[in-house]
């Protein structure tokens, strides 16, 4: 497709448990980036990548979240041992040339409930 | 200090008026601004981006940048109530592709 993808669009886990979120780039968008967002909150800055370049991680909440990009285009976001405070919507954004300009350009999210 | 701030609001303003959304941030070498909109369940999508100062007009939303005072502003003429949403603030640095947002002004028109 010619937009950000992002699978699945809802996930339900319980307590405790491990779950992936991925994430397909625009073809070409060197840059990606996953956000967080809670109920009625703003976007929570969690991991940047950025070509082949280390990523920036500093948005990481805790040890148990963890991403991957491999062969710089689709993105895992992997959060272990899941807690009731995750629950929120996972979003992925790669950046490149849109109308306006360089822009991010965001998927649909995952709703991540955590039971 | 957060790096790029905005009041949560919600602002309510009627239709017709104008609506102005207010941005600082924090990092003075910043060099891009975006202005998003985000309804109610659905993810953010690009309305406006500023790179110098002055204004910026685009049909009814002006975007307005002060690099000296380190603000960025969203001007709505003739609000509508399909206007009624969440504007998010974002913040490019120079040379760096990581953009930062602001937390969003929820905006509501009233009828």
């Known amino acids: 497709g010619a937009g950000v993808s992002q699978s699945p669009s809802n996930k339900v886990t319980e307590k405790g448990k491990d779950v992936e979120l991925r994430c397909d780039p625009i073809s070409g968008h060197t840059a990606l980036y996953w956000y967080r967002q809670s109920l009625g909150q703003g976007l929570e800055f969690l991991i940047y990548?950025?070509?082949?370049?280390?990523?920036?991680k500093s948005g990481l909440p805790s040890d148990r979240f963890s991403a991957e990009r491999t062969g710089g285009s689709v993105s895992t976001l992997t959060i272990q041992r899941t807690q009731q405070e995750d629950s929120a919507v996972y979003l992925c954004?790669?950046?490149?040339?849109?109308?306006?300009?360089?822009?991010?350009?965001f998927g649909q999210g995952t709703r991540l409930t955590v039971v | 200090q957060k790096e790029v701030e905005q009041n949560s609001g919600p602002l309510s303003v009627p239709e017709g008026a104008i609506a102005s959304l207010n941005c600082t941030y924090s990092d003075r070498v910043s060099q891009s601004f975006f202005w998003y909109r985000q309804y109610s369940g659905k993810s953010p999508e690009l309305i406006m981006s500023?790179?110098?100062?002055g204004d910026k007009e685009d049909g009814r939303f002006t975007a307005q940048l002060n690099k000296a005072s380190q603000y960025v502003s969203l001007l709505i003429r003739d609000s509508q109530p399909s206007d009624s949403a969440t504007y998010l603030c974002?913040?490019?640095?120079?040379?760096?592709?990581?953009?930062?947002f602001g937390t969003g002004t929820k905006l509501q028109v009233i009828p």
């Open positions: 954004a790669s950046m490149g040339q849109g109308l306006l300009g360089t822009e991010a350009f």
């Open positions: 990548f950025q070509g082949n370049s280390a990523p920036d």
């Open positions: 974002a913040v490019r640095l120079r040379g760096y592709q990581k953009v930062t």
């Open positions: 500023i790179y110098s100062n």
